[in-house]
């Protein structure tokens, strides 16, 4: 299952409505969602790593998506491409190969 992980911090308009937003997809589509403070040692690391500017940062199975304001049709966009995509149990695309024999 697709995994949406929310980057948020205290007193951030953004981090609501991207709150409010993911909200709405969850009762279109099927995927998890974690939220993490970039207050905390763990929000700071992520935030650092995929170089989230400011607060709301968005990550999508663990991949940069965006920060700041949260384009919900964009993001709907990602989700269906991810829960339409086949994948192996790496969570990579399945690459089909014809047998050379």
């Known amino acids: 299952m697709t995994v949406v992980t929310l980057l948020t911090q205290t007193s951030c308009s953004f ?14 589509q099927e995927f998890e969602t974690q939220e993490i ?3 905390t040692e763990e929000g700071r690391a992520l935030g650092e ?3 989230v500017l400011f607060a709301p940062g968005i ?4 991949d940069f998506f965006s920060f700041g ?3 919900e049709r964009k993001l ?3 989700l269906q491409r991810r ?3 086949p994948h192996d149990h790496r969570g990579t695309s399945w690459g089909w190969r ?3 024999s």
Do not use: I, P, Y
Request: charged share 35%; glycine share 6%; hydrophobic share 25%.
């Open 83 to 85: 829960n339409d995509a």
């Open 37 to 39: 403070s970039l207050e």
């Open 15 to 28: 981090c609501e409505q991207a709150k409010e937003t993911l909200a709405q997809l969850s009762q279109e």
């Open 98 to 100: 014809r047998s050379s």
């Open 59 to 62: 990550l999508v199975d663990g």
């Open 49 to 51: 790593r995929h170089g």
């Open 69 to 71: 304001r949260l384009s």
């Open 76 to 78: 709907r966009r990602e």
